[in-house]
């Protein structure tokens, strides 16, 4: 029987409502969670990790690199067949993607949690539990990256983004749907992981911005992170990668000073392309110098770049990490 390393992050899977203030808050410990998964000791042996009680929006980058030194020193371990690790579920594809970006092993990795508190009708927790474990006791499940598991789908964790607030299957990947299904115990995967990106890193030491594009803003916000240290940002342009022509002038003076801007878009499917040439368009951005993002949220481009820049790439090679789709250190 396989032994798989469950590693408690807080979130929603380990919260109930508190009484005095009618709201949800961290409460359950791992072993009350585990305890709710009833007969998962007939597919594989349980070794529970609590490594924090946070709530999802306290999650920095700093806490995700302490998660993947640790996530990294588990599967490095050779009685560990795969690790599952619980998080809240408004940071989940952030942290799901940094996992991905900076461990390198071909033994699974699942992420999941909870939409709804252990205090609500149909807490979806034990069954999310459930699946992600025998998700990572799969043979198929190996050499796929980190997977995120929630209600019975699949996606990776560099597809995957956060499509609802509050529906059971909140996560979505646009345009290609899940790669796969946990369906009576069994795995069952419709394709394979798109993208296969490594980038190791001991710290991070950089900060990059993002900002989120709308009808007629001006430079001050670009001009802020320009003026206060940053060494990247991330720009969620509108459709194929367009800005307001206001903002060009700021873009082309940060570009200047050694920013590495990488441009989205604010759409939720379709990527980024020079399709224009106009004043803003993304034909002029390219001109300027400006990295594109491809179909990555913001969000999640904005851990790529981070993560790029700590570990001192030059411009040229943070573009082939964005634009190439595959790259192993």
């Known amino acids: 029987m396989k032994k798989i390393a469950v590693v408690f992050n807080g979130g929603t899977i380990s919260m109930k409502v508190d009484e005095r ?27 529970s990790h609590s490594f924090s009680s946070l709530p999802s929006p306290h999650i920095t980058p700093d806490i995700m690199l ?24 408004d940071t989940l594809e952030e942290t799901a993607y940094f996992l991905d970006l900076t461990i390198k092993t071909e033994k699974p990795i699942v992420i999941t949690g909870a939409m709804r508190s252990s205090s609500e009708l149909g807490y979806d927790g034990p069954f999310n539990l459930a699946t992600s474990i025998c998700t990572a006791i799969s043979e198929e499940a190996k050499a796929r990256g980190v997977l995120v598991c929630f209600n019975g789908e699949l996606n990776s964790a560099s597809e995957v983004t956060k499509a609802n607030s509050m529906s059971l299957n909140a996560f979505k990947t646009p345009s ?13 995967f419709y394709r394979d992981v798109i993208e296969n990106t490594y980038i190791p890193i001991d710290k991070l030491d950089k900060k990059v911005g993002l900002i989120k594009c709308v009808s007629g ?13 940053y060494s990247g940002l991330v720009i969620e342009a509108m459709g194929r990668g367009n800005v307001p022509p206001n903002i060009v002038p700021a873009i082309e003076k940060a570009l200047h000073k050694g920013l590495i801007i990488v441009v989205t878009s604010r759409c939720f499917e379709g990527r980024v392309f020079e399709s224009y040439g106009y004043i803003g368009g993304g034909k002029n951005l ?19 770049l981070l993560i790029s820049l700590s570990a001192k790439f030059k411009k040229s090679k943070i573009q082939d990490v964005f634009e190439q789709g595959r790259y192993i250190i």
């Open 286 to 304: 390219r001109d300027l110098g400006v990295i594109f993002g491809e179909s990555m949220p913001g969000q999640k481009a904005r851990i790529k």
């Open 66 to 89: 302490d998660l993947s030194k640790f996530v990294q020193e588990l599967v490095e371990r050779d009685d560990i067949d795969g690790v599952v690790i619980t998080h809240g579920t």
């Open 176 to 188: 290609f749907g899940p790669i796969g299904i946990v369906d009576n115990n069994k795995v069952i």
């Open 21 to 47: 203030i009618q709201a949800a808050v961290p409460s359950l410990t791992a072993e009350e969670i585990m305890a709710m998964v009833t007969g998962i000791e007939g597919f594989a042996k349980i070794e």
């Open 217 to 229: 803003m001006d430079e001050d916000i670009v001009n802020f992170y320009t003026n206060n240290n």
